[in-house]
């Protein structure tokens, strides 16, 4: 069955700090993988990686994926108290009965100040 | 331009009852996906509509059904509700099938059924 783990579960820091969350996963037919941030209700869409080894970068955050060793990580450096948030990590993949992305269950970030 | 808009946001349902959801996605967008997140499973797909046909079904039980309407417009209606029913439905909508780098999700119906 596919599968999308992420880990830690929960992560408490202080702002200035720099953060991985890390996502491993299982997925047959793989596309593409995705991470969003969850503030309050709505996902908001951070990056897409479909090729290993090429970072993606958008200010403090980064991400990266490897699809050998089927994992990608998630980057936040000098963390602020606006990073808090759950960050999801989904993979897209062709076809299949759970659909076209399959999410795991998140990291819940919060930064104190 | 507005973004995705869930109607109602929150609901109180007793078991037995049934209930419809509502989404109306972005201008333009013909592809609307919904998810059901709970606490124990994550986020989970139920299912998508791409031109009032429904493309894709996660693995729900046939008490959750949808459907999509010329505008785009899509609602989702769970028959029965069971306690385990209670979530937050989110819906996501996009341009076209597989975009899901421009997906862009709406605030969610938070359901709790008593």
């Known amino acids: 069955e596919d599968k999308v783990v992420q880990s830690p579960l929960s992560l408490v820091v202080h702002e200035g700090d720099t953060v991985t969350l890390n996502c491993s996963y299982e997925v047959t037919n793989f596309r593409s993988l995705l991470w969003y941030k969850q503030e309050k209700k709505a996902p908001t869409f951070l990056f897409m990686l479909t090729s290993s080894g090429i970072e993606k970068k958008s200010g403090r955050l980064s991400s990266i994926l490897d699809k050998k060793e089927l994992f990608s990580i998630l980057n936040i450096t000098a963390t602020q108290t606006g990073d808090s948030a759950v960050y999801l990590c989904?993979?897209?993949?062709?076809?299949?009965?759970?659909?076209?992305?399959?999410f795991g269950k998140g990291t819940k970030l919060s930064v104190k100040p | 331009k507005a973004g995705v808009t869930q109607t109602p946001r929150y609901l109180i349902k007793t078991r037995g009852q049934q209930v419809t959801l509502s989404c109306s996605p972005i201008s333009g967008h013909r592809s609307v996906s919904w998810y059901q997140q709970t606490p124990g499973q994550g986020l989970q797909f139920l299912f998508e509509?791409?031109?009032?046909?429904?493309?894709n079904k996660g693995n729900f039980p046939g008490r959750f059904s949808g459907r999509q309407f010329s505008n785009s417009r899509s609602e989702m209606n769970v028959s029965t509700l069971e306690l385990g029913d209670s979530a937050l439905y989110l819906c996501a909508s996009s341009l076209a099938r597989l975009s899901t780098d421009t997906q862009y999700f709406g605030p969610g119906t938070r359901l709790t059924v008593l």
């Open positions: 509509y791409f031109s009032e046909t429904q493309r």
């Open positions: 989904a993979v897209e993949k062709y076809g299949g009965s759970q659909g076209n992305l399959i």
